[in-house]
């Protein structure tokens, strides 16, 4: 089992930045990879961003690559997303998901990622 709470999320303007973060409580955290995913009203959850269980590897979604990036401290039991020159349609609610199906390819849809957050909400004005 995994436990994922998600943190950071706030009202920013355009062009501005924020850091989320998500705290991983279970199974050993450096054992999978995760997984970024965000939602807005109406539409499907999309794919942000993934790490490999070392950090080594990462792979984002064209929509946020330049401006989006991922991350992880193992022995923090964490994983951030930092981004920067936020746009009003990054607005969404943001998932943390934990992919423990042990996979060197990373995955890219919801239904692959095994645990979730309760999400925390991002709100960029223009």
């Known amino acids: 089992q995994v436990q994922l709470v998600e943190s950071g999320g706030g009202l920013v303007q355009a062009g501005g930045s924020l850091r989320l973060s998500c705290a991983a409580s279970?199974?050993?955290?450096?054992?999978?990879?995760m997984g970024w995913f965000r939602q807005a009203p109406g539409k499907e959850r999309e794919f942000v961003a993934a790490i490999s269980w070392s950090g080594a590897r990462t792979y984002y979604a064209d929509s946020v690559k330049g401006r989006v990036t991922i991350s992880r401290v193992n022995a923090k039991n964490t994983v951030y997303l930092q981004m920067n020159s936020l746009k009003p349609e990054d607005t969404a609610v943001y998932y943390c998901a934990a992919d423990v199906s042990g996979s060197y390819h990373f995955s890219l849809t919801a239904h692959e990622y095994d645990y979730w957050g309760q999400g925390t909400q991002v709100t960029v004005s223009s």
């Open positions: 279970g199974r050993t955290f450096s054992s999978y990879a």
